[in-house]
């Protein structure tokens, strides 16, 4: 085997080395904190394998290359533009199409320029100077550069093998990969100098992938995206090998100096710089765009965060998510009707008016929730919006606010006629506006096992019940709404003779699902614990509980990116980790208790976005499997004190499902 293969060969595997330690380091002790890739890996493989096989003359013959910036002033044109084009071009064919469009993202200036170099460093000029500044050379001393621009590309698709287990770079991606390779070859070849190389991968990781790969962020459309920018760079790597053959622009026996840099190669890109500009204007229309003249309006109205969606089991996506409304003014405001539409294509998605949208509205100042808000009142609208079977996912949601004014009105000792904040003149006394656009989180939720085992489980306070105590708990952390229980469910398990209560309702023993086993719902890492919380007495509601001992007795897991399980009330002593310990999905932790703020022994159950189970916002969550028993019927309090079998209705949403999160007072066997 030939020298110069073997140093490529020791390159490779250090820079696999270097790259993949946090990859391994997670299999040895998993942890969130190992990064997926070290992006270093090559720089730090290139200089030492150097260095050992071709000594110091070597190491300096590399150091000379990767500070050869100098080139032509077209190459570094092509390697900028020329991307760029591809990029918009392959946005506004992927928008022709039908596909689901994302607006442009908004980015501060400095933020913009902050994230040049941070993304140079960790990406770009590792990568370059390394692969085409070391291995390139090499190889096309023995092979011709087509050929080398293969093995090159090849090698840094394997590089990419912890990207591609976790599903994060698709076959389009790949191909990709192999075929800017070739365009890399070419671009060393004509310009002399890695760093033209750098700028078309910048511009593909920056303006690709980190600015402006919002647009195309839809689960949906990525993939028709991907397909259209692989097909333009087939088109690129092609046009390049017609032109100049194998050897992509090198001249036999010489290093690239870049002499074929004259002003035929300028010509060549201003078709593409066409193409750019035309692009740009095409996918540059806002999507979902509301009226150009502003419209005066009475409240204000916030969104708390994304639209979250899930799949119940109902066969149905939910969105699910909260409004904030203020009124400034110095009128009373009845919000009359809202409607839930599709920002995109305008279709209306859900409408809510009279008791309807009364309920999902809790109102401050006064007990209970309504339409009318008083001046300076505000109100916390609770949505759970349903998709059409057939309906796309939107990528914005936009709602249209129907209100009338009236006279403001004191309750009680609650006074509604103080100074308002803004002036509500000229504002008709019936109006509607439209609110800014909401983003619908497309993402979609964790897979857990089931906590239980078993039938005749109800799944009590669920999502979506809009009134419920979990969803209906909120804080404010750094002035930011969290809502930890959104998605929580309380896990109650009937008698084999249907009740809910068998016993005496002051015994823990007369709760079938007392002292049941707990099983964690998907591997992880125990990081918080607690076990020593006394069981309450069922049907006494707990008084004095500190916040932090609220769930009694708790487990917290880190399931990995960034999702927390949280379980509560379990029995006192009967907690089997500690924080450090690492679980597998079905190990139990735990039994069922009475601990904590808790009505009688029951699991409850949630998923959130941080470990503070306070301050952190609940995320949406799906069952790998469960059989539905039916509906349990009526005020599930009422019926367990009445002593009565619950009546279920067996036909209602029976059967398997799969992937989906269980409906509110739905009874599942989770099987065993």
């Given at each position: 085997?030939?020298?110069?293969?073997?140093?490529?060969?020791?390159?490779?595997?250090?820079?696999?080395?270097?790259?993949?330690?946090?990859?391994?380091?997670?299999?040895?002790?998993?942890?969130?904190?190992?990064?997926?890739?070290?992006?270093?890996?090559?720089?730090?493989?290139?200089?030492?394998?150097?260095?050992?096989?071709?000594?110091?003359?070597?190491?300096?013959?590399?150091?000379?290359?990767?500070?050869?910036?100098?080139?032509?002033?077209?190459?570094?044109?092509?390697?900028?533009?020329?991307?760029?084009?591809?990029?918009?071009?392959?946005?506004?064919?992927?928008?022709?199409?039908?596909?689901?469009?994302?607006?442009?993202?908004?980015?501060?200036?400095?933020?913009?320029?902050?994230?040049?170099?941070i993304i140079l460093l960790?990406?770009?000029?590792?990568?370059?100077?390394?692969?085409?500044?070391?291995?390139?050379?090499?190889?096309?001393?023995?092979?011709?550069?087509?050929?080398?621009?293969?093995?090159?590309?090849?090698?840094?698709?394997?590089?990419?093998?912890?990207?591609?287990?976790?599903?994060?770079?698709?076959?389009?991606?790949?191909?990709?990969?192999?075929?800017?390779?070739?365009?890399?070859?070419?671009?060393?070849?004509?310009?002399?100098?890695?760093?033209?190389?750098?700028?078309?991968?910048?511009?593909?990781?920056?303006?690709?992938?980190?600015?402006?790969?919002?647009?195309?962020?839809?689960?949906?459309?990525?993939?028709?995206?991907?397909?259209?920018?692989?097909?333009?760079?087939?088109?690129?790597?092609?046009?390049?090998?017609?032109?100049?053959?194998?050897?992509?622009?090198?001249?036999?026996?010489?290093?690239?100096?870049?002499?074929?840099?004259?002003?035929?190669?300028?010509?060549?890109?201003?078709?593409?710089?066409?193409?750019?500009?035309?692009?740009?204007?095409?996918?540059?229309?806002?999507?979902?765009?509301?009226?150009?003249?502003?419209?005066?309006?009475?409240?204000?109205?916030?969104?708390?965060?994304?639209?979250?969606?899930?799949?119940?089991?109902?066969?149905?996506?939910?969105?699910?998510?909260?409004?904030?409304?203020?009124?400034?003014?110095?009128?009373?405001?009845?919000?009359d009707s809202i409607s839930?539409?599709?920002?995109?294509?305008?279709?209306?998605?859900?409408?809510?008016?009279?008791?309807?949208?009364?309920?999902?509205?809790?109102?401050?100042?006064?007990?209970?929730?309504?339409?009318?808000?008083?001046?300076?009142?505000?109100?916390?609208?609770?949505?759970?919006?349903?998709?059409?079977?057939?309906?796309?996912?939107?990528?914005?949601?936009?709602?249209?606010?129907?209100?009338?004014?009236?006279?403001?009105?004191?309750?009680?000792?609650?006074?509604?006629?103080?100074?308002?904040?803004?002036?509500?003149?000229?504002?008709?006394?019936?109006?509607?506006?439209?609110?800014?656009?909401?983003?619908?989180?497309?993402?979609?939720?964790?897979?857990?096992?089931?906590?239980?085992?078993?039938?005749?489980?109800?799944?009590?306070r669920g999502c979506c019940?809009?009134?419920?105590?979990?969803?209906?708990?909120?804080?404010?952390?750094?002035?930011?709404?969290?809502?930890?229980?959104?998605?929580?469910?309380?896990?109650?398990?009937?008698?084999?003779?249907?009740?809910?209560?068998?016993?005496?309702?002051?015994?823990?023993?007369?709760?079938?699902?007392?002292?049941?086993?707990?099983?964690?719902?998907?591997?992880?890492?125990?990081?918080?614990?607690?076990?020593?919380?006394?069981?309450?007495?069922?049907?006494?509601?707990?008084?004095?509980?500190?916040?932090?001992?609220?769930?009694?007795?708790?487990?917290?897991?880190?399931?990995?990116?960034?999702?927390?399980?949280?379980?509560?009330?379990?029995?006192?002593?009967?907690?089997?980790?500690?924080?450090?310990?690492?679980?597998?999905?079905?190990?139990?932790?735990?039994?069922?208790?009475?601990?904590?703020?808790?009505?009688?022994?029951?699991?409850?159950?949630?998923?959130?976005?941080?470990?503070?189970?306070?301050?952190?916002?609940?995320?949406?969550?799906?069952?790998?499997?469960?059989?539905?028993?039916?509906?349990?019927?009526?005020?599930?309090?009422?019926?367990?004190?009445?002593?009565?079998?619950?009546?279920?209705?067996?036909?209602?949403?029976?059967?398997?499902?799969?992937?989906?999160?269980?409906?509110?007072?739905?009874?599942?066997?989770?099987?065993?």
């Amino acid at each position: 085997m030939p020298i110069i293969y073997r140093r490529i060969i020791y390159f490779f595997l250090a820079a696999y080395a270097f790259t993949w330690i946090g990859w391994f380091g997670s299999w040895l002790l998993p942890s969130d904190n190992w990064p997926t890739m070290n992006p270093l890996g090559p720089l730090m493989a290139a200089p030492l394998v150097i260095w050992l096989t071709e000594g110091r003359a070597g190491l300096m013959a590399w150091l000379h290359r990767i500070a050869r910036f100098r080139a032509p002033a077209w190459v570094y044109g092509a390697a900028f533009l020329i991307p760029l084009a591809i990029i918009l071009s392959s946005m506004a064919l992927t928008a022709a199409t039908g596909a689901t469009m994302r607006p442009f993202p908004e980015v501060e200036l400095i933020e913009f320029i902050i994230m040049i170099p941070i993304i140079l460093l960790f990406g770009p000029g590792p990568e370059e100077v390394s692969f085409r500044g070391h291995a390139l050379p090499q190889l096309q001393q023995t092979m011709s550069p087509l050929a080398a621009s293969l093995w090159i590309g090849l090698g840094v698709v394997v590089w990419h093998t912890p990207l591609i287990l976790n599903g994060d770079l698709p076959l389009p991606w790949m191909i990709t990969i192999v075929l800017v390779s070739i365009i890399y070859t070419w671009l060393y070849n004509v310009g002399g100098s890695v760093w033209p190389l750098v700028a078309l991968h910048f511009v593909v990781n920056y303006f690709g992938s980190e600015f402006l790969g919002a647009i195309v962020s839809d689960p949906q459309t990525r993939p028709v995206y991907a397909l259209i920018f692989c097909a333009f760079y087939a088109c690129w790597a092609a046009l390049l090998v017609w032109r100049y053959g194998p050897a992509l622009g090198r001249q036999p026996g010489a290093r690239p100096t870049g002499v074929q840099g004259n002003l035929s190669g300028f010509r060549a890109i201003v078709p593409l710089l066409l193409v750019l500009i035309s692009s740009a204007f095409l996918i540059a229309k806002p999507h979902g765009a509301i009226a150009e003249t502003p419209t005066p309006s009475p409240l204000l109205v916030h969104t708390t965060g994304l639209a979250q969606t899930v799949r119940l089991a109902d066969d149905r996506t939910h969105l699910v998510y909260e409004l904030l409304f203020v009124n400034p003014s110095s009128l009373a405001v009845t919000v009359d009707s809202i409607s839930i539409l599709n920002a995109d294509t305008g279709d209306v998605i859900a409408e809510m008016h009279g008791d309807l949208l009364g309920s999902t509205l809790r109102l401050s100042l006064v007990d209970g929730s309504g339409t009318v808000l008083q001046p300076s009142q505000s109100g916390l609208m609770f949505v759970d919006a349903e998709l059409a079977p057939d309906a796309p996912l939107p990528a914005f949601l936009r709602h249209r606010v129907s209100v009338s004014l009236a006279q403001p009105e004191s309750r009680g000792t609650v006074d509604f006629g103080g100074v308002p904040a803004i002036s509500s003149v000229a504002i008709p006394q019936e109006t509607s506006f439209d609110t800014p656009l909401l983003a619908v989180d497309a993402a979609s939720p964790i897979v857990l096992a089931p906590p239980v085992r078993g039938a005749d489980w109800l799944m009590f306070r669920g999502c979506c019940a809009l009134t419920s105590s979990h969803r209906g708990t909120t804080e404010a952390f750094d002035g930011v709404l969290k809502i930890p229980e959104r998605f929580a469910i309380d896990f109650i398990q009937l008698s084999d003779d249907g009740l809910l209560i068998d016993g005496a309702a002051n015994e823990v023993a007369s709760y079938r699902q007392y002292s049941q086993p707990v099983y964690a719902v998907a591997d992880g890492r125990v990081v918080d614990a607690r076990s020593t919380e006394p069981n309450q007495t069922p049907g006494v509601p707990p008084s004095g509980l500190a916040q932090q001992v609220i769930g009694g007795n708790v487990v917290i897991l880190d399931v990995g990116n960034g999702t927390f399980v949280y379980y509560a009330h379990l029995q006192p002593g009967s907690v089997m980790v500690e924080r450090g310990d690492v679980v597998k999905a079905g190990d139990v932790v735990g039994l069922i208790g009475n601990s904590g703020n808790t009505f009688g022994p029951h699991l409850h159950m949630h998923v959130i976005d941080g470990p503070d189970p306070f301050a952190s916002d609940g995320v949406p969550f799906v069952f790998s499997s469960f059989t539905g028993q039916g509906m349990l019927i009526g005020d599930v309090f009422a019926i367990a004190f009445s002593g009565q079998s619950a009546p279920i209705d067996r036909e209602a949403f029976a059967g398997v499902h799969e992937l989906q999160y269980p409906l509110n007072n739905q009874v599942i066997d989770f099987g065993r």
